[in-house]
């Protein structure tokens, strides 16, 4: 993200409406990489003001203390941010995400609900393993049924394979 506006929180002793609005921001993208900049910027204010920082908030002309960050954060983010911003690592949150390709690779997206399938079951090979592909990348797995594990099914060439539904071969990448 922006080092400018990361630094700011760093140092700066009033945030500006820049930072303000680019962290508010960030809570329509629920794209990890959004949400991780804006859960690391929020912890960095955060230990600011634990340590006795003084921090102005230039939109709302608020001088933060410890409860009124607080307050900002859980009023303006997702439970799962301030979750990730003040508590213990231990109780913390948790939230799910889902891969969704992009240009580059694959763009971890936050996901609606923890009921959001991964994998999509192609054949059973036996009582103990089946066929699975991963939603987002087709790529072909192999899924222990006994203790719920997955194996990438690798071909005879050492290759990634993935499942054609039209013909119903797995192909190599």
Not at 1 to 10: G, H, S, T, V
Not at 25 to 44: A, H, T
Request: proline share 1%; with cysteine; hydrophobic share 35%.
């Amino acid at each position: 993200m922006n080092q400018e506006l990361y630094n700011e929180a760093i140092h700066s002793s009033v945030l500006s409406r820049q930072l303000i609005s680019t962290l508010l921001e960030c809570m329509e993208y629920s794209s990890i990489s959004f949400i991780n900049w804006s859960v690391e910027v929020l912890r960095i204010i955060k230990t600011r003001l634990d340590r006795g920082d003084r921090i102005t908030d230039e939109v709302s002309g608020i001088t933060y203390t410890a409860k009124t960050f607080r307050e900002f954060v859980k009023k303006n983010f997702s439970s799962y941010i301030t979750s990730q911003v003040f508590d213990n690592p231990g109780k913390s949150e948790k939230v799910y995400f889902s891969l969704e390709a992009c240009e580059d690779g694959y763009n971890l997206l936050m996901a609606d609900s923890s009921k959001n399938k991964t994998y999509e079951w192609i054949s059973s090979l036996s009582e103990r393993f089946s066929l699975v592909q991963m939603i987002a990348t087709g790529i072909v797995y192999v899924k222990d049924v006994r203790n719920d594990s997955y194996q990438p099914f690798i071909s005879s060439n050492g290759r990634y394979c993935r499942y054609d539904k039209e013909t119903g071969h797995i192909v190599e990448v």
